[in-house]
């Protein structure tokens, strides 16, 4: 049993209030794919004990109410930690089953409330997260080839879960690199680093983006300039100088020799390298990736959005850790990660690999699991990416994606969607697939591979993680590690009219529980959420705002930020607000259920007449967990007053206006 805080809590229960069946522990989230079930049972079997405080006595043995819950001092800590990692569990459940966005967002809201990588919190990460997913929804439709980093990275991130969970040669490089035993310690180190590593890995596109969006107009409107050989103008970034600084020095010097480090345990001596030359040469290519003062590279024709990314997070840690003074005070793991983050995109792959004269990809048995991991895992990720780009949107890709795992090693499959038919099979992403065989365009045949496969082999060795595969491309691959298969797709539900310009859930959520406590400034605001909840009920109020579009719908409405022929909404009726108090309570109902509540009344009254809260909250037994239809009028009111909040809130902080789906005579 994972959730030994929440074990020990329903004894004490037994011992305080004489109720035997409190805080029960839900199943496991259901997820349609295998690495899905395996990402949830790493959570949930793996990291038992999670942040726990195991050195307060009071606090292991549950006697301190220094907990939040639904405000603060009601629960032991112990036991809020427990509930974060079980939000934790629930809301990458809601994500394998959706794959949407808005829920990718709760992961990492998640990631951030509990490891706090960069600050205290989402507020310290969030803006470039949303800035992420802005530019991807909108910026990046002018661009000719551009698909979702924003969900990517999530996906990322849960296979990543299910390899560490299931791979023991993959586990033991990570253990034996950090000096850590199998076991929970061991679990919570990898979640915490392969999180920000993975999570955080493609920040940084939003530069990338700008550098596309010039050479794709050029591109464009003038078919003489062919991007593919630099005839179009291009976009690089000045006052690099300035943006590398940090109380550590030039971050450009700073990665140099880390990433110099790190590939001398071991890779440079595999290849026949020299530290001293990586070092020197890496510190002029790392000045120079943004710049591009070296045309004869023709570096230029690309940004590398992993360079900001590491630049950003490097800067970003810096700033929130004041108390590290020198390079020697960083922690080991945490400059793996953003090592592994700067070498994902093209600096390994191209651009060391050239400077070094080989060929040779990045094994596990070089000392990086992390930079191995992420090079895989990114590669592996190319399922479910919403496209933006004007030729990618025209594109095929796989539309799901899992993995089966064996003493073997793994196993990755594909599927398409059998609606189109022999434009699967004749697109160039399914043949790829395929161990077939194919030819290189320097005329070279490869027979009985896959070219997916060998592409990947490129980077990092695949036989480290499957024993059967074969490195020499000159000889068949029997290994039969990947499957593409065409299969029915059963359309999503949940799209739904209402949309922002932004993902902004955050503030959105903050406001509403603002409104909610009585609130009025900003500051205000802030505490009632960030220092009065938890983490449990801070995504309650997330999901509300997030579950305001389908609710609309159900009252035929819907928001948006652009200017429609449409009649607004001043105000919603009763019956509307009825209609909506329903949906809300049924939503509620769900959270509730998902997170292990169950009815129950003892707490009613207890106080002078009062509910006992207190109690509410360690029991986790709660009265309004029944039918919609058997609410008091007080209770209906608490689901219907929300929404009507939602009118005034939209406007104030989205920009956005309520429409009735008819048009009034």
């Given at each position: 049993?994972?959730?030994?805080?929440?074990?020990?809590?329903?004894?004490?229960?037994?011992?305080?209030?004489?109720?035997?069946?409190?805080?029960?522990?839900?199943?496991?989230?259901?997820?349609?794919?295998?690495?899905?079930?395996?990402?949830?049972?790493?959570?949930?079997?793996?990291?038992?004990?999670?942040?726990?405080?195991?050195?307060?006595?009071?606090?292991?043995?549950?006697?301190?109410?220094?907990?939040?819950?639904?405000?603060?001092?009601?629960?032991?800590?112990?036991?809020?930690?427990?509930?974060?990692?079980?939000?934790?569990?629930?809301?990458?459940?809601?994500?394998?089953?959706?794959?949407?966005?808005?829920?990718?967002?709760?992961?990492?809201?998640?990631?951030?409330?509990?490891?706090?990588?960069?600050?205290?919190?989402?507020?310290?990460?969030?803006?470039?997260?949303?800035?992420?997913?802005?530019?991807?929804?909108?910026?990046?439709?002018?661009?000719?080839?551009?698909?979702?980093?924003?969900?990517?990275?999530?996906?990322?991130?849960?296979?990543?879960?299910?390899?560490?969970?299931?791979?023991?040669?993959?586990?033991?490089?990570?253990?034996?690199?950090?000096?850590?035993?199998?076991?929970?310690?061991?679990?919570?180190?990898?979640?915490?680093?392969?999180?920000?590593?993975?999570?955080?890995?493609?920040?940084?596109?939003?530069?990338?983006?700008?550098?596309?969006?010039?050479?794709?107009?050029?591109?464009?409107?003038?078919?003489?300039?062919?991007?593919?050989?630099?005839?179009?103008?291009?976009?690089?970034?000045?006052?690099?100088?300035?943006?590398?600084?940090?109380?550590?020095?030039?971050?450009?010097?700073?990665?140099?020799?880390?990433?110099?480090?790190?590939?001398?345990?071991?890779?440079?001596?595999?290849?026949?390298?020299?530290?001293?030359?990586?070092?020197?040469?890496?510190?002029?290519?790392?000045?120079?990736?943004?710049?591009?003062?070296?045309?004869?590279?023709?570096?230029?024709?690309?940004?590398?959005?992993?360079?900001?990314?590491?630049?950003?997070?490097?800067?970003a840690y810096l700033d929130r850790h004041p108390k590290i003074k020198t390079y020697e005070d960083l922690p080991v793991a945490l400059?793996?990660?953003?090592?592994?983050?700067?070498?994902?995109?093209?600096?390994?792959?191209?651009?060391?690999?050239?400077?070094?004269?080989?060929?040779?990809?990045?094994?596990?048995?070089?000392?990086?699991?992390?930079?191995?991991?992420?090079?895989?895992?990114?590669?592996?990720?190319?399922?479910?990416?919403?496209?933006?780009?004007?030729?990618?949107?025209?594109?095929?890709?796989?539309?799901?994606?899992?993995?089966?795992?064996?003493?073997?090693?793994?196993?990755?499959?594909?599927?398409?969607?059998?609606?189109?038919?022999?434009?699967?099979?004749?697109?160039?992403?399914?043949?790829?697939?395929?161990?077939?065989?194919?030819?290189?365009?320097?005329?070279?045949?490869?027979?009985?591979?896959?070219?997916?496969?060998?592409?990947?082999?490129?980077?990092?060795?695949?036989?480290?993680?499957?024993?059967?595969?074969?490195?020499?491309?000159?000889?068949?691959?029997?290994?039969?590690?990947?499957?593409?298969?065409?299969?029915?797709?059963?359309?999503?539900?949940?799209?739904?009219?209402?949309?922002?310009?932004?993902?902004?859930?955050?503030?959105?959520?903050?406001?509403?529980?603002?409104?909610?406590?009585?609130?009025?400034?900003?500051?205000?605001?802030?505490?009632?959420?960030?220092?009065?909840?938890?983490?449990?009920?801070?995504?309650?109020?997330?999901?509300?705002?997030?579950?305001?579009?389908?609710?609309?719908?159900?009252?035929?409405?819907?928001?948006?930020?652009?200017?429609?022929?449409?009649?607004?909404?001043?105000?919603?009726?009763?019956?509307?607000?009825?209609?909506?108090?329903?949906?809300?309570?049924?939503?509620?109902?769900?959270?509730?259920?998902?997170?292990?509540?169950?009815?129950?009344?003892?707490?009613?009254?207890?106080?002078?007449?009062?509910?006992?809260?207190?109690?509410?909250?360690?029991?986790?037994?709660?009265?309004?967990?029944?039918?919609?239809?058997?609410?008091?009028?007080?209770?209906?009111?608490?689901?219907?007053?929300?929404?009507?909040?939602?009118?005034?809130?939209?406007?104030?902080?989205?920009?956005?206006?309520?429409?009735?789906?008819?048009?009034?005579?």
């Amino acid at each position: 049993m994972g959730y030994n805080a929440l074990v020990r809590m329903r004894e004490k229960n037994f011992e305080a209030y004489g109720i035997e069946n409190s805080v029960h522990i839900p199943p496991l989230p259901a997820a349609s794919r295998i690495y899905g079930q395996e990402a949830l049972a790493f959570i949930r079997d793996c990291c038992e004990d999670l942040l726990f405080d195991t050195t307060d006595e009071r606090r292991v043995a549950l006697d301190d109410s220094d907990g939040r819950s639904s405000g603060p001092g009601r629960i032991p800590y112990n036991m809020e930690r427990d509930l974060d990692r079980l939000s934790f569990e629930v809301a990458i459940g809601r994500f394998l089953k959706t794959g949407a966005r808005a829920d990718a967002f709760d992961i990492y809201y998640c990631y951030c409330e509990m490891f706090k990588p960069f600050g205290s919190g989402y507020d310290s990460t969030g803006m470039l997260l949303e800035m992420l997913s802005e530019h991807e929804t909108n910026a990046s439709s002018l661009l000719m080839k551009h698909r979702d980093h924003y969900s990517h990275s999530v996906y990322v991130f849960l296979i990543g879960l299910a390899f560490y969970k299931n791979h023991a040669a993959l586990r033991e490089a990570y253990n034996s690199r950090y000096g850590l035993e199998e076991g929970p310690e061991a679990a919570h180190h990898f979640l915490k680093y392969w999180g920000m590593t993975s999570l955080f890995h493609d920040i940084g596109y939003p530069f990338e983006i700008a550098h596309q969006q010039m050479r794709a107009y050029v591109c464009k409107i003038d078919a003489n300039n062919n991007d593919d050989y630099g005839f179009a103008p291009v976009v690089s970034y000045r006052r690099m100088d300035e943006f590398a600084l940090s109380r550590l020095g030039d971050l450009n010097e700073l990665y140099a020799r880390a990433i110099t480090e790190r590939l001398d345990l071991n890779y440079l001596d595999r290849v026949g390298a020299e530290a001293y030359y990586l070092r020197y040469k890496l510190n002029g290519t790392l000045k120079d990736r943004a710049v591009h003062n070296n045309p004869d590279a023709m570096d230029y024709l690309y940004m590398d959005h992993a360079y900001f990314s590491g630049m950003v997070l490097a800067k970003a840690y810096l700033d929130r850790h004041p108390k590290i003074k020198t390079y020697e005070d960083l922690p080991v793991a945490l400059l793996d990660g953003l090592c592994a983050i700067i070498l994902h995109n093209t600096l390994f792959k191209f651009t060391i690999r050239s400077l070094l004269h080989v060929k040779e990809p990045l094994s596990l048995a070089d000392g990086q699991p992390l930079a191995y991991l992420l090079m895989l895992c990114d590669e592996l990720q190319c399922w479910d990416r919403a496209s933006y780009g004007q030729n990618t949107r025209s594109g095929i890709y796989p539309f799901d994606f899992d993995m089966e795992f064996s003493e073997a090693g793994p196993k990755f499959i594909y599927l398409y969607d059998a609606f189109y038919g022999d434009k699967v099979v004749n697109s160039k992403s399914y043949k790829q697939m395929l161990d077939v065989g194919y030819t290189k365009k320097s005329g070279a045949v490869r027979k009985q591979r896959c070219k997916y496969l060998d592409d990947i082999d490129e980077i990092v060795s695949l036989s480290d993680v499957i024993a059967g595969f074969e490195h020499d491309v000159t000889k068949p691959d029997e290994s039969g590690a990947l499957e593409a298969v065409i299969a029915t797709k059963y359309r999503k539900t949940g799209v739904y009219l209402s949309d922002s310009n932004y993902l902004n859930l955050y503030s959105f959520a903050l406001a509403l529980n603002g409104r909610y406590c009585g609130a009025t400034t900003s500051e205000e605001m802030v505490r009632a959420f960030e220092h009065d909840l938890s983490l449990e009920y801070k995504l309650s109020n997330i999901a509300q705002a997030k579950n305001f579009g389908p609710q609309l719908e159900r009252i035929h409405c819907f928001y948006t930020d652009r200017a429609v022929d449409y009649e607004p909404v001043r105000k919603f009726s009763d019956e509307e607000l009825g209609e909506l108090a329903e949906s809300e309570h049924a939503r509620w109902y769900s959270e509730k259920v998902a997170m292990g509540w169950e009815y129950g009344a003892a707490h009613v009254g207890r106080l002078d007449g009062a509910n006992d809260n207190v109690m509410r909250e360690r029991t986790r037994l709660h009265h309004d967990l029944i039918p919609f239809e058997d609410l008091t009028e007080p209770e209906v009111y608490k689901d219907a007053a929300p929404m009507a909040k939602m009118l005034e809130l939209l406007h104030e902080f989205d920009g956005l206006t309520i429409y009735r789906m008819y048009r009034s005579n």
